[in-house]
T-cell receptor, first 115, second 114 residues
Framework: DGGITQSPKYLFRKEGQNVTLSCEQN?????MYWYRQDPGQGLRLIYY???????QKGDIAEGYSVSREKKESFPLTVTSAQKNPTAFYLC??????????????FGPGTRLLVL | AQTVTQSQPEMSVQEAETVTLSCTYD???????LFWYKQPPSRQMILVIR??????QNATENRFSVNFQKAAKSFSLKISDSQLGDTAMYFC???????????FGQGTRLTINP
């Protein structure tokens, strides 16, 4: 089955700790995205990547980092600089990254909680 | 900057009724695209319907249709013959030609009651 997988489903972070959220897709899509979802605020773009070894900041990139070493993988690291990381994180992909022309496919999400 | 506003945080209707979800947006662009996404309790986002601003005809997908009013910058979603499986958060989203991102509204939580 083709799709996007995210792991873990739940993640707990201690103060000052960096944590990494996994996102893998087997759709052969070029573009991948990370969104943060907070209650009452909809989805906000953290980072996106249209090609391997290249990525761009979204609207709320501070306190986050990403890498894109492989086409199918786009991990997100929540660093200790992110002071309010509790949220639901969604990964998405699309064929080439032309958002207006393509459907974005979403993963099942990871809920991050701070201990 | 483009913004998307969904003014109804929650809605509730009986099964088989018709329901309309509201969305307004603000942009100075002329060539743009609008979307409705559904997020069921499983939390996985699914594209429901898409509308190109240059098309006057409203998009339809089975029981889902939109009322696109370009001058009013309004993009409402109508769900006909609502089903229990339509219970979900619904997000309106916007992008312009050539952009690499979607701008989402705050969402409307829709509950279909048996």
């Amino acid at each position: 089955d083709g799709g996007i997988t995210q792991s873990p489903k739940y993640l707990f972070r201690k103060e000052g700790q960096n944590v990494t959220l996994s996102c893998e897709q087997n759709l052969n899509h070029d573009a991948m995205y990370w969104y943060r979802q907070d209650p009452g605020q909809g989805l906000r773009l953290i980072y996106y990547s249209q090609i391997v070894n290249d990525f761009q900041k979204g609207d709320i990139a501070e306190g986050y980092s990403v890498s894109r070493e492989k086409k199918e993988s786009f991990p997100l690291t929540v660093t200790s600089a992110q002071k309010n990381p509790t949220a639901f994180y969604l990964c998405a992909s699309s064929i080439h990254g032309t958002v207006s022309q393509e459907t974005q496919y979403f993963g099942p999400g990871t809920r991050l909680l701070v201990l | 900057a483009q913004t998307v506003t969904q003014s109804q945080p929650e809605m509730s209707v009986q099964e088989a009724e018709t329901v309309t979800l509201s969305c307004t947006y603000d942009t100075s662009e002329n060539n743009y695209y609008l979307f409705w996404y559904k997020q069921p309790p499983s939390r996985q986002m699914i594209l429901v319907i898409r509308q190109e601003a240059y098309k006057q005809q409203n998009a339809t997908e089975n029981r889902f249709s939109v009322n696109f009013q370009k001058a009013a910058k309004s993009f409402s979603l109508k769900i006909s013959d609502s089903q229990l499986g339509d219970t979900a958060m619904y997000f309106c989203a916007f992008t312009v030609q050539g952009a690499q991102k979607l701008v989402f509204g705050q969402g409307t939580r829709l509950t279909i009651n048996p």
